[in-house]
């Protein structure tokens, strides 16, 4: 079998067979077949698409390429939540004790932020003394003990999706739908999960800006879940405004705290509500009003905060922080920003809000870059809220006091502001099961 011909067969339009789909992986991820070809191999697939079989083949074959979670002992128990990412989304550290609280194995491995996303790592490595490293034996232990465990990106799973995913990011070959779908479901098979809910984000801050692009990428993610063996389901969720008040990583944490106590009904909690629902109704095999009823008052009851301090505690973190959440160390630094007129938020831009929120230190613009887990902005005024000149729309933190004027500007830029109130957009615009 030669790479050349499994191009031209691509290139063709030809639906490729499984052994020559494998004979691409195994020889990419070894070294064998040289970045061209690969490259070429991804231009091909950009332009001439996969059919949903030779998906479901990429997607094992990258899973396969490396180390697999072994979650078998928990048979149908095992579950995963993943984000494909926005500002101000902390639905990790809510929708995972929910549903351990009720009997699932939540096992998680989540990534570090880039950009103007937030990362689930960096808003965990906030609570002082918490681990984001275990070893599979540890990580198996605490899941049995406690019901779940939520690490860093770790190991050496699916080395074909690193050496791939880097080279579609310099040969303009990233918005491909089947090369985005086998590179996100064959980290989640990799994880091992049985059950899996994808929370696809739509809008302004958001990889998908579209519903039809964001419809298309759920559905396909579903499908190929399914064709992999896995309990699959996917909520498209609106990200044309910041998830919930905060953004930046302790006061993240400090919010998922609020949402977990009972303290807040916001966006944020009816989020993280559908997402917990759907994972207990693929876990428990119940009807999704019943698991929303036994989410509800898994939250009501107190015991979802419970399991947050267990699993946090078990983890290494300091609880202190999670029971006191007043002990998060505050920037030095902080800004209210003001209206300067009377009327609606029509818009936000999202992006730029968590770009705001970087240049505060709250992200990274490359992966070097260190993180200050005080930073960030709270907002007080969204996307359709009535304003009058003088109210404080948000705040920003800082330990960098130069960073708050360019900060300013591009929140302000971000905000857009006029007389007629904008019609409402859902938050969860379509449940695919």
């Known amino acids: 079998m030669r790479m050349y011909d499994i191009i031209e067969n691509k290139r063709n339009g030809k639906e490729l067979t499984g052994e020559e789909i494998e004979f691409f992986i195994k020889g990419y991820t070894d070294g064998i077949i040289p970045d061209y070809q690969a490259s070429a191999f991804c231009m091909a697939v950009y332009f001439k698409g996969m059919t949903e079989k030779e998906t479901v083949i990429l997607t094992k074959a990258m899973a396969n390429s490396g180390d697999i979670v072994d979650l078998s002992m928990f048979g149908n128990l095992s579950a995963d939540k993943h984000s494909t990412g926005g500002v101000g989304d902390k639905t990790s550290l809510i929708v995972a004790p929910i549903v351990a609280s009720l009997g699932a194995k939540v096992t998680k491995m989540s990534g570090r932020g880039l950009g103007h996303t937030g990362g689930t790592v960096d808003k965990l490595e906030s609570i002082p003394g918490y681990k984001t490293t275990l070893s599979g034996k540890e990580f198996i232990s605490q899941v049995k003990n406690v019901g779940m465990a939520i ?62 692009n964001a419809e298309i990428l759920a559905n396909e993610m579903v499908k190929i879940g399914k064709g992999c063996g896995r309990n699959t389901a996917a909520l498209i969720t609106d990200m044309d405004m910041p998830l919930g008040s905060a953004i930046g ?30 994972l207990i109704s693929l876990v428990l095999s119940v009807p999704h009003n019943e698991a929303q009823k036994m989410v509800n008052d898994s939250i009501d009851s107190g015991k979802a905060y419970e399991k947050m301090k267990e699993w946090i505690s078990a983890q290494g973190g300091d609880v202190s922080f999670i029971e006191n959440t007043e002990k998060f160390p505050k920037a030095e630094y902080s800004c209210d920003i003001l209206s300067e007129i009377d009327g609606y938020i029509t818009s936000m831009d999202t992006e730029k809000i968590g770009l705001a929120s970087v240049i505060l230190g709250a992200g990274r613009e490359c992966k070097e870059d260190s993180i200050d887990f005080s930073a960030g902005i709270m907002i007080y005024k969204k996307t359709g809220e009535k304003i009058y000149k003088g109210d404080k729309i948000a705040t920003l933190f800082t330990n960098n006091k130069s960073s708050l004027e360019d900060a300013e500007k591009m929140y302000r830029s971000a905000a857009c502001i006029s007389a007629v109130k904008p019609e409402p957009k859902p938050l969860i615009y379509k449940v695919i099961r």
């Not at 994880?191 to 994808?198: D, K, M, T, Y």
């Not at 302790?250 to 917990?276: M, P, Q, R």
């Open 151 to 212: 690490i860093g990106q770790s190991g050496n799973l699916t080395p074909a999706d690193k050496k791939l995913y880097a080279l579609r990011d310099v040969t303009a070959t990233v918005d491909s739908i089947p090369l985005i779908v086998s590179s996100i479901m064959s980290k989640k098979i990799a994880a091992g999960s049985h059950n899996i809910v994808l929370d696809v984000k739509c809008g302004s801050g958001a990889f998908m800006k579209t519903l039809e």
């Open 249 to 278: 990583n302790s006061l993240e944490v400090i919010e998922a705290v609020k949402v977990l106590k009972g303290e807040l009904d916001n966006d944020l909690k009816e989020v993280c509500v559908a997402l917990a629902s759907e």
